[in-house]
Protein backbone atom coordinates (compact mmCIF):
# COMPACT_ATOMS: atom_id res chain seq x y z
CA UNK A 1 0.00 0.00 0.00
CA UNK A 2 1.39 3.44 -0.82
CA UNK A 3 2.48 6.09 1.40
CA UNK A 4 0.00 8.44 0.08
CA UNK A 5 -2.82 7.83 1.95
CA UNK A 6 -1.00 8.63 4.94
CA UNK A 7 -1.42 11.72 3.54
CA UNK A 8 -4.92 12.43 5.16
CA UNK A 9 -3.18 14.41 7.85
CA UNK A 10 -5.12 14.84 11.43
CA UNK A 11 -5.15 18.83 10.56
CA UNK A 12 -8.06 17.85 8.34
CA UNK A 13 -10.13 16.92 11.28
CA UNK A 14 -10.61 19.35 13.89
CA UNK A 15 -9.04 17.80 17.36
CA UNK A 16 -11.65 19.75 19.59
CA UNK A 17 -14.81 18.95 18.20
CA UNK A 18 -14.15 15.35 17.23
CA UNK A 19 -14.82 12.50 19.76
CA UNK A 20 -11.77 9.79 19.72
CA UNK A 21 -14.37 7.85 17.58
CA UNK A 22 -15.42 10.05 15.18
CA UNK A 23 -12.01 10.20 14.39
CA UNK A 24 -11.48 6.83 13.57
CA UNK A 25 -14.88 6.80 11.92
CA UNK A 26 -13.60 9.81 9.68
CA UNK A 27 -10.38 8.08 8.68
CA UNK A 28 -11.72 4.69 7.90
CA UNK A 29 -14.75 6.08 5.35
CA UNK A 30 -11.56 8.39 3.89
CA UNK A 31 -9.38 4.79 4.04
CA UNK A 32 -13.10 3.11 2.30
CA UNK A 33 -12.96 5.09 -0.66
CA UNK A 34 -9.30 4.96 -1.31
CA UNK A 35 -9.37 0.73 -1.07
CA UNK A 36 -12.58 -0.90 -2.48
CA UNK A 37 -11.86 -4.04 -0.75
CA UNK A 38 -12.40 -2.38 2.87
CA UNK A 39 -16.26 -3.29 4.07
CA UNK A 40 -17.44 -2.20 6.89
CA UNK A 41 -19.19 -4.26 9.94
CA UNK A 42 -21.45 -3.55 12.96
CA UNK A 43 -23.99 -5.42 15.33
CA UNK A 44 -26.36 -2.56 16.17
CA UNK A 45 -23.42 -0.19 17.08
CA UNK A 46 -23.33 1.66 14.04
CA UNK A 47 -24.28 5.09 16.09
CA UNK A 48 -22.68 4.16 19.23
CA UNK A 49 -18.92 3.18 17.50
CA UNK A 50 -18.90 6.08 15.17
CA UNK A 51 -18.66 3.17 12.25
CA UNK A 52 -22.17 4.47 11.04
CA UNK A 53 -19.87 7.39 8.85
CA UNK A 54 -18.79 5.01 6.59
CA UNK A 55 -22.46 3.63 6.23
CA UNK A 56 -23.49 7.15 5.36
CA UNK A 57 -20.89 7.93 2.16
CA UNK A 58 -20.27 3.50 1.34
CA UNK A 59 -23.56 1.87 2.31
CA UNK A 60 -23.06 -0.89 -0.13
CA UNK A 61 -20.00 -2.23 1.54
CA UNK A 62 -21.70 -1.46 5.42
CA UNK A 63 -23.14 -4.64 6.86
CA UNK A 64 -25.14 -4.18 10.26
CA UNK A 65 -25.91 -7.62 11.13
CA UNK A 66 -27.76 -6.68 13.99
CA UNK A 67 -27.24 -8.00 17.98
CA UNK A 68 -25.23 -10.72 16.81
CA UNK A 69 -21.84 -10.43 17.55
CA UNK A 70 -20.70 -14.56 16.79
CA UNK A 71 -22.24 -14.11 13.13
CA UNK A 72 -20.63 -10.61 12.81
CA UNK A 73 -17.01 -11.54 13.00
CA UNK A 74 -17.96 -15.18 11.57
CA UNK A 75 -19.28 -12.85 8.67
CA UNK A 76 -15.97 -11.32 8.83
CA UNK A 77 -13.77 -14.18 8.77
CA UNK A 78 -15.96 -15.10 5.26
CA UNK A 79 -15.28 -11.44 3.85
CA UNK A 80 -11.48 -11.78 4.84
CA UNK A 81 -11.35 -15.22 3.25
CA UNK A 82 -13.07 -14.04 0.27
CA UNK A 83 -10.26 -11.42 -0.21
CA UNK A 84 -11.87 -8.23 1.34
CA UNK A 85 -10.46 -6.45 3.92
CA UNK A 86 -13.13 -6.09 6.78
CA UNK A 87 -13.10 -3.68 9.72
CA UNK A 88 -15.02 -4.56 12.24
CA UNK A 89 -16.33 -2.53 15.43
CA UNK A 90 -18.49 -3.12 18.58
CA UNK A 91 -17.98 -2.69 21.92
CA UNK A 92 -14.75 -4.28 23.70
CA UNK A 93 -16.99 -6.23 26.35
CA UNK A 94 -18.66 -8.05 23.17
CA UNK A 95 -15.25 -8.05 20.87
CA UNK A 96 -13.29 -10.01 23.22
CA UNK A 97 -15.91 -11.70 25.17
CA UNK A 98 -18.97 -12.75 23.55
CA UNK A 99 -17.24 -13.33 19.84
CA UNK A 100 -13.75 -14.41 21.71
CA UNK A 101 -13.95 -17.98 20.17
CA UNK A 102 -15.25 -16.62 16.28
CA UNK A 103 -12.13 -13.96 17.05
CA UNK A 104 -9.45 -16.39 17.74
CA UNK A 105 -10.84 -19.86 15.65
CA UNK A 106 -12.57 -18.14 12.61
CA UNK A 107 -9.86 -15.18 12.48
CA UNK A 108 -6.77 -15.61 14.17
CA UNK A 109 -6.20 -19.51 13.05
CA UNK A 110 -6.68 -18.83 9.63
CA UNK A 111 -4.73 -15.39 10.23
CA UNK A 112 -6.81 -13.04 8.39
CA UNK A 113 -6.77 -9.84 7.64
CA UNK A 114 -9.76 -8.52 9.84
CA UNK A 115 -9.60 -5.20 11.89
CA UNK A 116 -11.30 -5.09 15.00
CA UNK A 117 -12.07 -2.31 16.29
CA UNK A 118 -13.15 -2.18 19.95
CA UNK A 119 -14.78 0.39 21.43
CA UNK A 120 -15.99 1.35 25.11
CA UNK A 121 -13.17 -0.71 26.68
CA UNK A 122 -11.55 -0.02 29.69
CA UNK A 123 -14.35 1.88 32.38
CA UNK A 124 -15.17 4.49 30.10
CA UNK A 125 -18.75 3.31 29.84
CA UNK A 126 -18.90 4.39 33.60
CA UNK A 127 -22.51 4.14 34.52
CA UNK A 128 -23.49 1.31 32.37
CA UNK A 129 -21.50 -0.94 34.87
CA UNK A 130 -19.51 -4.11 34.91
CA UNK A 131 -21.45 -5.71 32.24
CA UNK A 132 -20.66 -3.05 29.67
CA UNK A 133 -16.87 -2.10 31.36
CA UNK A 134 -14.01 -4.30 29.68
CA UNK A 135 -10.74 -5.13 31.63
CA UNK A 136 -10.33 -8.04 30.55
CA UNK A 137 -9.49 -7.65 26.59
CA UNK A 138 -5.61 -7.00 26.47
CA UNK A 139 -4.89 -10.08 28.37
CA UNK A 140 -7.38 -11.97 25.94
CA UNK A 141 -5.88 -10.67 22.91
CA UNK A 142 -3.00 -11.20 23.40
CA UNK A 143 -3.39 -14.58 24.14
CA UNK A 144 -4.04 -15.66 20.65
CA UNK A 145 -1.32 -16.12 17.74
CA UNK A 146 -1.43 -13.90 15.08
CA UNK A 147 -3.07 -10.71 16.70
CA UNK A 148 -1.40 -7.81 16.66
CA UNK A 149 -3.05 -5.53 19.86
CA UNK A 150 -2.98 -1.75 19.87
CA UNK A 151 -3.69 0.87 22.93
CA UNK A 152 -4.14 4.65 20.89
CA UNK A 153 -3.60 6.79 23.66
CA UNK A 154 -6.35 9.23 21.60
CA UNK A 155 -8.23 10.10 18.80
CA UNK A 156 -5.05 11.32 16.66
CA UNK A 157 -3.46 7.97 17.61
CA UNK A 158 -6.23 5.77 16.72
CA UNK A 159 -6.62 7.95 13.42
CA UNK A 160 -2.25 6.27 13.10
CA UNK A 161 -3.86 2.93 14.35
CA UNK A 162 -6.50 2.74 11.84
CA UNK A 163 -4.55 3.82 8.99
CA UNK A 164 -1.60 1.45 10.05
CA UNK A 165 -3.67 -1.84 10.74
CA UNK A 166 -4.98 -1.23 7.14
CA UNK A 167 -1.43 -1.49 5.74
CA UNK A 168 -0.73 -4.54 8.30
CA UNK A 169 -1.48 -7.94 6.79
CA UNK A 170 -3.24 -10.25 9.28
CA UNK A 171 -5.64 -9.29 12.03
CA UNK A 172 -5.86 -6.47 14.35
CA UNK A 173 -7.50 -5.30 17.93
CA UNK A 174 -7.70 -1.39 18.13
CA UNK A 175 -8.79 -0.70 21.52
CA UNK A 176 -10.62 2.68 22.16
CA UNK A 177 -12.75 4.26 24.77
CA UNK A 178 -15.95 5.52 24.41
CA UNK A 179 -14.40 8.67 22.56
CA UNK A 180 -14.99 11.74 25.00
CA UNK A 181 -11.36 11.42 26.12
CA UNK A 182 -9.00 14.37 26.52
CA UNK A 183 -6.50 14.53 23.21
CA UNK A 184 -2.68 13.99 23.92
CA UNK A 185 -1.52 14.70 20.73
CA UNK A 186 -1.88 17.96 18.67
CA UNK A 187 -0.12 15.86 15.74
CA UNK A 188 -0.05 12.59 14.24
CA UNK A 189 3.69 12.97 13.21
CA UNK A 190 4.93 11.43 15.73
CA UNK A 191 6.84 8.59 14.24
CA UNK A 192 3.61 5.51 14.96
CA UNK A 193 5.04 2.56 14.04
CA UNK A 194 3.05 -1.17 15.33
CA UNK A 195 5.19 -2.31 17.91
CA UNK A 196 7.59 1.18 18.50
CA UNK A 197 6.84 2.76 21.63
CA UNK A 198 6.69 6.41 21.82
CA UNK A 199 9.14 8.10 24.75
CA UNK A 200 6.80 10.85 25.82
CA UNK A 201 8.85 12.43 28.77
CA UNK A 202 12.75 12.11 28.94
CA UNK A 203 13.89 11.32 33.03
CA UNK A 204 15.81 9.21 34.88
CA UNK A 205 14.45 7.88 38.37
CA UNK A 206 11.94 6.51 37.57
CA UNK A 207 9.93 4.98 34.24
CA UNK A 208 6.11 5.10 33.67
CA UNK A 209 4.85 3.08 30.76
CA UNK A 210 1.65 3.15 29.78
CA UNK A 211 -1.35 3.09 27.46
CA UNK A 212 -4.80 4.22 26.35
CA UNK A 213 -6.29 7.15 28.53
CA UNK A 214 -3.38 6.62 31.00
CA UNK A 215 -1.09 8.20 28.95
CA UNK A 216 -2.27 11.57 29.09
CA UNK A 217 -2.58 11.31 32.59
CA UNK A 218 0.98 9.83 32.93
CA UNK A 219 2.41 12.92 31.06
CA UNK A 220 0.44 15.09 33.29
CA UNK A 221 2.02 13.18 36.79
CA UNK A 222 5.44 13.41 35.11
CA UNK A 223 5.58 17.17 34.85
CA UNK A 224 4.05 17.62 38.20
CA UNK A 225 6.75 15.69 40.05
CA UNK A 226 9.24 17.01 38.24
CA UNK A 227 8.23 20.37 39.05
CA UNK A 228 7.17 19.66 42.34
CA UNK A 229 9.36 16.72 43.95
CA UNK A 230 12.12 17.13 41.57
CA UNK A 231 12.04 13.59 40.41
CA UNK A 232 12.80 12.83 36.80
CA UNK A 233 10.37 10.55 35.70
CA UNK A 234 10.57 8.88 31.83
CA UNK A 235 7.30 8.44 30.02
CA UNK A 236 6.78 5.56 27.33
CA UNK A 237 3.73 5.58 25.17
CA UNK A 238 3.31 1.64 24.69
CA UNK A 239 0.63 1.44 22.34
CA UNK A 240 0.90 -1.83 21.09
CA UNK A 241 0.82 -4.47 23.96
CA UNK A 242 1.40 -7.02 21.18
CA UNK A 243 4.20 -7.06 20.03
CA UNK A 244 5.51 -6.00 22.99
CA UNK A 245 8.61 -3.35 22.41
CA UNK A 246 11.43 -4.99 24.27
CA UNK A 247 13.55 -3.02 23.43
CA UNK A 248 12.43 -0.20 25.07
CA UNK A 249 10.99 -2.01 28.39
CA UNK A 250 14.69 -3.09 29.00
CA UNK A 251 16.30 0.50 27.87
CA UNK A 252 14.14 2.04 30.33
CA UNK A 253 14.80 -0.73 33.26
CA UNK A 254 18.44 0.14 32.45
CA UNK A 255 17.87 3.77 32.53
CA UNK A 256 15.93 4.54 35.78
CA UNK A 257 16.10 0.67 37.62
CA UNK A 258 11.70 1.84 38.46
CA UNK A 259 9.16 0.57 36.30
CA UNK A 260 5.59 1.55 36.63
CA UNK A 261 3.02 0.63 34.34
CA UNK A 262 -0.40 2.50 34.15
CA UNK A 263 -3.63 0.64 32.30
CA UNK A 264 -7.25 0.85 32.19
CA UNK A 265 -7.29 -3.05 32.59
CA UNK A 266 -7.31 -5.58 35.10
CA UNK A 267 -3.50 -5.84 36.77
CA UNK A 268 -3.81 -9.52 35.58
CA UNK A 269 -3.17 -10.09 31.95
CA UNK A 270 -2.46 -6.83 30.14
CA UNK A 271 0.26 -4.01 29.77
CA UNK A 272 1.56 -4.55 33.46
CA UNK A 273 2.24 -8.36 32.85
CA UNK A 274 2.92 -7.98 28.79
CA UNK A 275 5.78 -5.32 30.63
CA UNK A 276 6.76 -7.78 33.50
CA UNK A 277 6.88 -10.75 31.35
CA UNK A 278 9.76 -8.70 29.99
CA UNK A 279 11.75 -7.72 32.61
CA UNK A 280 11.51 -10.95 34.15
CA UNK A 281 13.17 -12.58 30.96
CA UNK A 282 15.51 -10.04 30.97
CA UNK A 283 17.69 -10.93 34.18
CA UNK A 284 17.83 -6.97 34.67
CA UNK A 285 15.98 -6.50 38.44
CA UNK A 286 14.41 -3.31 39.29
CA UNK A 287 11.53 -1.82 41.17
CA UNK A 288 8.33 -2.64 39.68
CA UNK A 289 4.84 -2.05 40.30
CA UNK A 290 1.09 -1.97 38.07
CA UNK A 291 -1.56 0.74 38.41
CA UNK A 292 -4.63 -0.83 36.94
CA UNK A 293 -8.24 -2.08 38.32
CA UNK A 294 -7.48 -4.14 40.73
CA UNK A 295 -8.97 -8.42 40.13
CA UNK A 296 -12.65 -7.35 41.48
CA UNK A 297 -15.40 -6.43 39.27
CA UNK A 298 -15.71 -2.43 39.20
CA UNK A 299 -17.73 -0.44 40.66
CA UNK A 300 -20.48 2.03 38.74
CA UNK A 301 -19.69 5.81 38.50
CA UNK A 302 -18.62 8.60 35.82
CA UNK A 303 -14.96 7.91 33.90
CA UNK A 304 -12.93 10.31 35.47
CA UNK A 305 -14.94 9.58 38.82
CA UNK A 306 -13.65 5.54 38.64
CA UNK A 307 -10.14 6.62 37.28
CA UNK A 308 -9.40 7.95 40.28
CA UNK A 309 -11.13 5.73 42.25
CA UNK A 310 -8.92 3.22 40.90
CA UNK A 311 -5.68 5.50 40.87
CA UNK A 312 -5.23 5.65 37.08
CA UNK A 313 -5.21 9.50 37.00
CA UNK A 314 -2.27 11.79 37.53
CA UNK A 315 -3.31 12.44 41.33
CA UNK A 316 -3.11 8.44 41.52
CA UNK A 317 -0.36 7.93 39.56
CA UNK A 318 1.95 11.04 40.94
CA UNK A 319 1.21 9.18 44.78
CA UNK A 320 2.18 5.88 43.31
CA UNK A 321 5.66 6.98 42.43
CA UNK A 322 6.15 8.93 45.59
CA UNK A 323 5.58 5.44 47.34
CA UNK A 324 7.54 3.73 44.79
CA UNK A 325 10.50 6.28 45.21
CA UNK A 326 10.76 6.32 48.81
CA UNK A 327 10.51 2.71 49.01
CA UNK A 328 14.01 0.36 48.05
CA UNK A 329 13.26 -2.73 45.98
CA UNK A 330 16.18 -4.37 48.23
CA UNK A 331 18.12 -3.61 51.06
CA UNK A 332 20.81 -1.49 49.51
CA UNK A 333 21.60 1.02 46.94
CA UNK A 334 24.29 -0.75 45.08
CA UNK A 335 22.47 -1.56 42.25
CA UNK A 336 25.29 -3.10 40.28
CA UNK A 337 25.17 -6.32 42.24
CA UNK A 338 21.64 -7.26 40.85
CA UNK A 339 21.72 -10.38 38.32
CA UNK B 1 -31.85 -31.48 -15.84
CA UNK B 2 -32.60 -34.77 -14.11
CA UNK B 3 -29.40 -36.83 -13.93
CA UNK B 4 -29.00 -39.31 -16.84
CA UNK B 5 -28.55 -43.36 -15.55
CA UNK B 6 -24.65 -42.72 -16.42
CA UNK B 7 -24.21 -39.81 -14.62
CA UNK B 8 -25.96 -42.09 -11.65
CA UNK B 9 -23.53 -44.54 -12.14
CA UNK B 10 -20.36 -42.71 -12.39
CA UNK B 11 -21.59 -40.97 -9.10
CA UNK B 12 -22.41 -44.04 -7.35
CA UNK B 13 -19.16 -45.23 -7.86
CA UNK B 14 -17.09 -42.21 -7.13
CA UNK B 15 -19.41 -42.67 -3.50
CA UNK B 16 -18.24 -46.15 -3.19
CA UNK B 17 -14.56 -45.04 -3.60
CA UNK B 18 -15.09 -41.94 -0.98
CA UNK B 19 -16.72 -44.62 1.48
CA UNK B 20 -13.86 -47.21 0.70
CA UNK B 21 -10.82 -43.99 0.89
CA UNK B 22 -12.65 -43.12 4.28
CA UNK B 23 -12.02 -46.23 5.69
CA UNK B 24 -8.66 -46.31 4.77
CA UNK B 25 -7.86 -42.83 6.45
CA UNK B 26 -9.68 -43.95 9.32
CA UNK B 27 -7.29 -46.71 10.01
CA UNK B 28 -4.16 -44.77 8.81
CA UNK B 29 -5.40 -42.14 11.75
CA UNK B 30 -5.79 -44.71 14.10
CA UNK B 31 -9.76 -43.01 14.67
CA UNK B 32 -12.05 -40.58 13.30
CA UNK B 33 -15.12 -39.58 12.72
CA UNK B 34 -16.53 -41.95 10.66
CA UNK B 35 -20.07 -41.88 11.16
CA UNK B 36 -20.71 -38.88 10.38
CA UNK B 37 -18.37 -39.01 7.31
CA UNK B 38 -20.12 -41.88 5.63
CA UNK B 39 -23.23 -39.74 6.24
CA UNK B 40 -22.46 -37.05 4.34
CA UNK B 41 -20.66 -39.01 1.52
CA UNK B 42 -22.79 -38.26 -1.60
CA UNK B 43 -23.89 -34.79 -0.42
CA UNK B 44 -20.37 -34.00 -1.42
CA UNK B 45 -19.81 -36.41 -3.69
CA UNK B 46 -22.49 -34.46 -6.17
CA UNK B 47 -21.23 -31.04 -4.90
CA UNK B 48 -17.63 -31.59 -6.07
CA UNK B 49 -18.37 -33.67 -9.10
CA UNK B 50 -21.51 -32.35 -10.74
CA UNK B 51 -22.22 -28.89 -8.95
CA UNK B 52 -18.67 -26.92 -7.74
CA UNK B 53 -16.55 -24.97 -10.29
CA UNK B 54 -12.84 -25.58 -8.80
CA UNK B 55 -9.90 -25.84 -10.24
CA UNK B 56 -7.24 -28.17 -8.55
CA UNK B 57 -4.35 -26.12 -10.26
CA UNK B 58 -5.28 -23.24 -9.10
CA UNK B 59 -7.35 -23.52 -5.83
CA UNK B 60 -7.20 -19.98 -4.62
CA UNK B 61 -8.88 -19.05 -8.12
CA UNK B 62 -11.18 -16.07 -7.02
CA UNK B 63 -14.62 -17.45 -8.62
CA UNK B 64 -14.33 -20.60 -7.85
CA UNK B 65 -16.91 -22.28 -5.87
CA UNK B 66 -16.72 -22.27 -1.65
CA UNK B 67 -17.14 -25.32 0.51
CA UNK B 68 -17.13 -24.98 4.35
CA UNK B 69 -17.73 -28.38 6.31
CA UNK B 70 -19.05 -26.96 9.19
CA UNK B 71 -19.54 -30.30 10.95
CA UNK B 72 -15.53 -29.92 10.50
CA UNK B 73 -14.99 -33.23 12.81
CA UNK B 74 -15.81 -34.88 9.22
CA UNK B 75 -12.68 -33.58 8.12
CA UNK B 76 -11.78 -37.18 7.43
CA UNK B 77 -14.41 -37.66 4.97
CA UNK B 78 -13.63 -34.63 2.90
CA UNK B 79 -10.04 -34.76 3.12
CA UNK B 80 -9.58 -38.30 0.83
CA UNK B 81 -12.32 -36.13 -1.62
CA UNK B 82 -10.07 -33.01 -2.28
CA UNK B 83 -7.20 -35.73 -2.86
CA UNK B 84 -9.36 -37.25 -5.15
CA UNK B 85 -10.05 -33.83 -7.18
CA UNK B 86 -6.41 -33.57 -7.28
CA UNK B 87 -5.50 -30.77 -4.38
CA UNK B 88 -3.02 -33.04 -2.91
CA UNK B 89 -1.58 -36.80 -3.01
CA UNK B 90 -3.50 -39.48 -1.75
CA UNK B 91 -0.83 -40.75 0.28
CA UNK B 92 -0.02 -37.76 2.35
CA UNK B 93 -3.81 -38.77 4.24
CA UNK B 94 -1.53 -41.44 5.91
CA UNK B 95 0.38 -39.33 7.95
CA UNK B 96 -3.00 -37.89 9.55
CA UNK B 97 -3.52 -37.43 12.72
CA UNK B 98 0.19 -38.32 13.32
CA UNK B 99 2.75 -35.80 14.82
CA UNK B 100 3.06 -32.32 12.84
CA UNK B 101 1.16 -33.93 10.36
CA UNK B 102 -0.52 -31.37 8.01
CA UNK B 103 -3.87 -33.22 8.46
CA UNK B 104 -5.80 -33.90 11.85
CA UNK B 105 -9.33 -34.30 12.78
CA UNK B 106 -10.31 -30.82 11.67
CA UNK B 107 -8.81 -29.51 8.89
CA UNK B 108 -6.96 -26.39 8.81
CA UNK B 109 -7.19 -24.42 5.60
CA UNK B 110 -3.89 -22.93 5.78
CA UNK B 111 -2.32 -26.86 5.57
CA UNK B 112 -4.56 -28.43 3.26
CA UNK B 113 -4.86 -26.94 -0.12
CA UNK B 114 -8.17 -26.48 -1.81
CA UNK B 115 -9.99 -26.88 2.05
CA UNK B 116 -11.55 -22.82 2.03
CA UNK B 117 -11.90 -22.86 5.49
CA UNK B 118 -10.85 -24.01 9.00
CA UNK B 119 -14.12 -25.65 10.98
CA UNK B 120 -14.17 -27.89 13.84
CA UNK B 121 -15.87 -25.26 16.59
CA UNK B 122 -19.74 -26.16 15.96
CA UNK B 123 -22.00 -23.20 14.85
CA UNK B 124 -18.63 -21.74 12.69
CA UNK B 125 -19.59 -22.51 9.38
CA UNK B 126 -22.52 -20.86 8.20
CA UNK B 127 -21.42 -17.31 9.00
CA UNK B 128 -18.12 -17.77 7.95
CA UNK B 129 -19.89 -19.09 4.46
CA UNK B 130 -22.35 -15.94 4.60
CA UNK B 131 -19.14 -13.66 4.96
CA UNK B 132 -18.03 -15.66 2.02
CA UNK B 133 -21.18 -15.23 -0.38
CA UNK B 134 -21.92 -11.46 0.64
CA UNK B 135 -18.28 -11.02 -0.50
CA UNK B 136 -19.11 -11.99 -4.10
CA UNK B 137 -22.02 -9.95 -3.94
CA UNK B 138 -19.71 -6.74 -3.20
CA UNK B 139 -16.87 -8.07 -6.03
CA UNK B 140 -20.00 -9.04 -8.28
CA UNK B 141 -18.69 -12.38 -8.93
CA UNK B 142 -21.25 -15.35 -9.53
CA UNK B 143 -19.34 -18.21 -7.34
CA UNK B 144 -21.94 -19.85 -4.86
CA UNK B 145 -21.27 -20.80 -1.15
CA UNK B 146 -22.17 -24.11 -0.01
CA UNK B 147 -22.34 -24.89 3.49
CA UNK B 148 -22.72 -28.55 5.48
CA UNK B 149 -23.99 -28.43 8.40
CA UNK B 150 -24.19 -31.19 11.27
CA UNK B 151 -27.70 -31.74 12.85
CA UNK B 152 -26.33 -31.75 16.22
CA UNK B 153 -24.79 -28.19 15.61
CA UNK B 154 -28.05 -26.53 14.44
CA UNK B 155 -28.14 -26.35 18.84
CA UNK B 156 -25.43 -23.74 18.28
CA UNK B 157 -27.10 -20.09 18.64
CA UNK B 158 -24.82 -18.78 16.46
CA UNK B 159 -26.16 -20.69 13.33
CA UNK B 160 -29.52 -19.11 14.11
CA UNK B 161 -27.91 -15.72 13.87
CA UNK B 162 -26.20 -16.85 10.62
CA UNK B 163 -29.40 -18.27 9.45
CA UNK B 164 -31.60 -15.06 9.55
CA UNK B 165 -28.74 -12.54 8.62
CA UNK B 166 -29.16 -14.45 5.48
CA UNK B 167 -32.16 -14.24 4.66
CA UNK B 168 -32.53 -10.68 5.81
CA UNK B 169 -30.26 -9.79 3.08
CA UNK B 170 -31.29 -12.52 0.75
CA UNK B 171 -28.22 -14.44 -0.12
CA UNK B 172 -29.41 -17.13 -2.08
CA UNK B 173 -25.47 -17.46 -3.22
CA UNK B 174 -25.27 -19.26 0.16
CA UNK B 175 -26.72 -22.45 0.12
CA UNK B 176 -26.74 -24.42 3.12
CA UNK B 177 -27.26 -28.55 3.68
CA UNK B 178 -28.11 -29.97 6.83
CA UNK B 179 -26.69 -33.13 7.25
CA UNK B 180 -29.79 -34.87 9.45
CA UNK B 181 -28.30 -37.93 10.49
CA UNK B 182 -29.99 -38.10 13.98
CA UNK B 183 -27.41 -38.74 16.54
CA UNK B 184 -25.03 -36.86 17.92
CA UNK B 185 -22.20 -37.70 20.35
CA UNK B 186 -24.27 -38.34 23.08
CA UNK B 187 -27.01 -40.21 21.70
CA UNK B 188 -30.31 -39.28 19.33
CA UNK B 189 -30.71 -36.01 18.73
CA UNK B 190 -34.26 -36.08 19.62
CA UNK B 191 -33.01 -37.46 23.01
CA UNK B 192 -30.45 -35.11 23.56
CA UNK B 193 -31.70 -32.00 22.16
CA UNK B 194 -35.09 -32.32 19.79
CA UNK B 195 -34.71 -30.19 16.61
CA UNK B 196 -38.00 -30.54 15.13
CA UNK B 197 -39.63 -29.04 13.68
CA UNK B 198 -36.09 -28.24 11.85
CA UNK B 199 -37.66 -27.51 8.53
CA UNK B 200 -40.48 -25.00 9.96
CA UNK B 201 -37.64 -23.57 12.31
CA UNK B 202 -35.81 -22.55 8.49
CA UNK B 203 -39.00 -21.70 7.05
CA UNK B 204 -39.54 -18.99 10.10
CA UNK B 205 -36.37 -17.10 9.81
CA UNK B 206 -36.53 -16.77 5.86
CA UNK B 207 -35.94 -19.59 3.97
CA UNK B 208 -37.35 -22.34 1.47
CA UNK B 209 -36.66 -25.16 2.81
CA UNK B 210 -36.07 -29.08 0.41
CA UNK B 211 -35.96 -32.09 2.17
CA UNK B 212 -34.39 -34.89 0.56
CA UNK B 213 -33.14 -38.24 1.05
CA UNK B 214 -29.36 -37.21 1.51
CA UNK B 215 -28.33 -40.69 -0.33
CA UNK B 216 -30.30 -40.54 -3.42
CA UNK B 217 -28.38 -38.67 -6.18
CA UNK B 218 -32.09 -37.62 -8.13
CA UNK B 219 -33.53 -35.85 -5.11
CA UNK B 220 -29.71 -33.87 -4.20
CA UNK B 221 -29.81 -33.01 -7.65
CA UNK B 222 -33.29 -31.67 -7.91
CA UNK B 223 -32.74 -29.80 -4.61
CA UNK B 224 -29.51 -28.48 -5.32
CA UNK B 225 -30.31 -27.32 -9.23
CA UNK B 226 -33.73 -25.61 -6.93
CA UNK B 227 -31.25 -23.94 -4.43
CA UNK B 228 -29.75 -22.66 -7.83
CA UNK B 229 -32.44 -20.92 -9.42
CA UNK B 230 -33.48 -19.07 -5.84
CA UNK B 231 -33.90 -15.12 -6.62
CA UNK B 232 -35.66 -14.32 -3.76
CA UNK B 233 -35.88 -16.29 -0.77
CA UNK B 234 -32.17 -18.52 0.19
CA UNK B 235 -33.27 -22.42 0.24
CA UNK B 236 -31.98 -24.70 2.76
CA UNK B 237 -31.11 -28.64 1.45
CA UNK B 238 -32.08 -30.68 4.74
CA UNK B 239 -30.94 -33.65 3.73
CA UNK B 240 -32.20 -36.69 5.20
CA UNK B 241 -29.01 -39.42 5.95
CA UNK B 242 -28.20 -42.26 7.75
CA UNK B 243 -24.84 -42.31 10.24
CA UNK B 244 -22.37 -44.57 9.24
CA UNK B 245 -24.28 -45.05 5.91
CA UNK B 246 -22.69 -47.92 3.48
CA UNK B 247 -20.96 -49.67 6.20
CA UNK B 248 -24.22 -52.48 7.69
CA UNK B 249 -22.54 -52.45 11.08
CA UNK B 250 -21.96 -48.88 11.47
CA UNK B 251 -25.44 -47.54 10.16
CA UNK B 252 -27.92 -45.76 12.58
CA UNK B 253 -25.21 -46.65 15.34
CA UNK B 254 -24.36 -43.95 18.14
CA UNK B 255 -21.13 -45.34 19.37
CA UNK B 256 -19.94 -44.96 15.45
CA UNK B 257 -20.03 -41.52 15.70
CA UNK B 258 -16.17 -41.97 16.19
CA UNK B 259 -14.06 -45.31 16.36
CA UNK B 260 -11.15 -46.52 15.24
CA UNK B 261 -10.56 -50.10 13.12
CA UNK B 262 -8.43 -52.60 13.36
CA UNK B 263 -7.01 -54.28 9.92
CA UNK B 264 -10.00 -57.25 10.17
CA UNK B 265 -12.28 -54.49 10.63
CA UNK B 266 -11.21 -52.87 7.79
CA UNK B 267 -11.62 -55.49 5.31
CA UNK B 268 -15.46 -56.05 6.84
CA UNK B 269 -16.16 -52.74 6.37
CA UNK B 270 -14.76 -52.34 2.57
CA UNK B 271 -16.94 -55.62 1.96
CA UNK B 272 -20.06 -54.06 3.22
CA UNK B 273 -19.25 -51.00 1.15
CA UNK B 274 -19.18 -53.36 -1.89
CA UNK B 275 -21.87 -55.33 -0.53
CA UNK B 276 -24.54 -52.34 0.01
CA UNK B 277 -23.57 -50.05 -3.12
Redesign the interface.
Known amino acids: MSKEILGTTWTVYDADTLTQAEIYGQVLTDLGKIHTEIVALTADLAKSTKIGKFQDELPERFFNVGIAEQNLFGVAAGMAKSGLLPVVSTMAAFASMRAAEQVRTDICYQNLNVKIIATHAGLSFGSAGSTHHCTEDLSIMRAFPNMTVIVPADGIETANAVRAAIEHEGPVYIRIGRGFEPTYYKTEDYGFEFGKAVKLREGTDITIIACGVAVLQSAEAADFLRENDGISVEVLNMHTIKPIDRDAIINAVKNSRRILTVEEHNTFGGLGSAVAEVIAESGVSCAFEKVGIPDEFSVVGYPEDLYSHYGLDSNGIIDKIRELMGKDFEEDDNWDDEV | MPLSEIEIKELKEKAVKLRKDIVDVTFWAGGAHIGGAMSMVDIITILYNKFMKIDSSNPDL?DRD?F?LSKGHAGVGLAPLLAEKGFFDKEILKTFNQFNSPFGMHL???KVRGL???T??L??G???????????R??KLEYK?YCLLGDGEMNE??NW??I??AA??KVTDLIPIVDFNKQMIDGKVENIMSLDPLADKWIAFGFDVVEVDGHDFNQLNEALEKAHAATEKPVVIIAHTIKGKGIDFMEDQTKWHYGSIDSSVLEKAKTSIEVNS
Request: aromatic share 2%; net charge negative; hydrophobic share 45%.
Open positions: ERVDSLDASGSGHLPISLGMALAAIKTGSEAMAHY
